[in-house]
C-alpha cells in the first residue's frame, strides 16, 4: 500500500511548495538576526555634535609672523636714541594675538607712542648714543589643548660692552584661554617635589658651577620639551654670560604625579612590562 492512499503522503507538487515556503522563512530569520539594533536617532545626533562641539573648541593654531606698526621706529629721549624692530604672530585665536598685542606695547611704550621725539645730538663725542631693541614672537608648537609660543628680546644700549638676548616661553590652554603659569600646571604644593627632582637630574651640571640644592630655585620660565619639561633661568643667574640662558630639564617620568595630569603629555606605563 502507497501511503498516499491512505491521506499520509503529499503531492509531488505540495511537498515542493512546503520545501520553498520553509526555505523562504528560514533565509528571513538569518537575515533578521544579523542586522544590528538600531540606535536611537537622537542618541547618535547627540553624539556627533559633542564630538563636534569638542573639536571647534580647541582649534588648531595656525600662525605667521607680521611686523607691528610703530608710530615711532626710531625714539629719541634725553638719554639717546633706540632703534626698534618688533614682530608679533598672527594667528587665526583672536585672544592670542590680543595677548601679545598688549604685552609687546607694555613693554616699548614709547615706540608706540605718538609724542613727537625729543631732539638728541647723536654726533661723536655726544654723551648720547645710539642703542637698538629687538623683539619677535614665535610660535612653537601645539598638542592637544596645549600651545606654545616664545617671545624673544634683544636689547644693546649704546656705551654696553654687550647686548642682553632673553626668551621668555608662553604656554597657552586653549580651552580655558588663558595663560599658564608654574602654579597652574602642578598639583598643590609639589614644588618642593619638582626642585629636588629637578636638581637631581641636574646635579652633575649644577655641581660643576657650584650651585648646591639650597641655591637653586625654580624658574616660572619654563616649556614643555621631548622628553621633559625644561626650565630656563635669566642670563647670569645660574651661569656666565658666554653660557647662555641656562635650561635644566626635569624628566617627564620625574614630573608624574607632581604635574595635573591634563598638563602632562601621555606617558608610557613602564609599571606593567
Known amino acids: 500500500m502507497r501511503y498516499g492512499d491512505r491521506g499520509f503522503g503529499m503531492k509531488k507538487n505540495d511537498v515542493n511548495a512546503w520545501a520553498s515556503a520553509a526555505a ?5 530569520s538569518v537575515l533578521t538576526a ?3 539594533r538600531n540606535e536611537p536617532v537622537q542618541d547618535r545626533q547627540n553624539s556627533a555634535q559633542a564630538q563636534t562641539a569638542k573639536a571647534e573648541s580647541i582649534p588648531l593654531i595656525q600662525s605667521k609672523s607680521v611686523p607691528m606698526k610703530l608710530a615711532k621706529p626710531e625714539a629719541c629721549d634725553a638719554q639717546g636714541c633706540t632703534q626698534y624692530s618688533i614682530q608679533t604672530v598672527e594667528t587665526n585665536v583672536g585672544w592670542i594675538n590680543q595677548y601679545f598685542a598688549e604685552r609687546i606695547e607694555k613693554a616699548d611704550p614709547i615706540a608706540f607712542s605718538a609724542a613727537p621725539n625729543q631732539k638728541v645730538d647723536l654726533s661723536e663725542g655726544s654723551a648720547a648714543g645710539l642703542s637698538q631693541s629687538t623683539t619677535a614672537v614665535r610660535y612653537i608648537s601645539q598638542w592637544g589643548h596645549m600651545a606654545a609660543f616664545a617671545l624673544e628680546s634683544y636689547s644693546y644700549s649704546a656705551g654696553a660692552a654687550h647686548g642682553m638676548q632673553h626668551v621668555e616661553y608662553v604656554n597657552f590652554d586653549l580651552k580655558a584661554k588663558k ?9 598643590k604644593g609639589a614644588e618642593a617635589k619638582v626642585l629636588d627632582g629637578l636638581f637631581d637630574a641636574n646635579a652633575m651640571w649644577l ?23 625644561v ?8 651661569a656666565s654670560y658666554a653660557e647662555g640662558m641656562p635650561e635644566l630639564k626635569l624628566p617627564y617620568q620625574a614630573a608624574k604625579g607632581l604635574f595635573k595630569p591634563e598638563y602632562l603629555p601621555n606617558l608610557p606605563n613602564y609599571e606593567n612590562k
Open 179 to 187: 595663560r599658564l603659569a608654574l602654579q597652574d600646571v602642578l598639583l
Open 24 to 28: 523562504a522563512v528560514i533565509s528571513l
Open 231 to 238: 626650565f630656563v633661568y635669566p642670563l647670569y643667574e645660574l
Open 207 to 229: 655641581a660643576s658651577h657650584d650651585i648646591d640644592r639650597a641655591k637653586l630655585q625654580l624658574s616660572d620660565n619654563f616649556y614643555y620639551g621631548a622628553s621633559g619639561i
Open 34 to 36: 544579523c542586522q544590528p
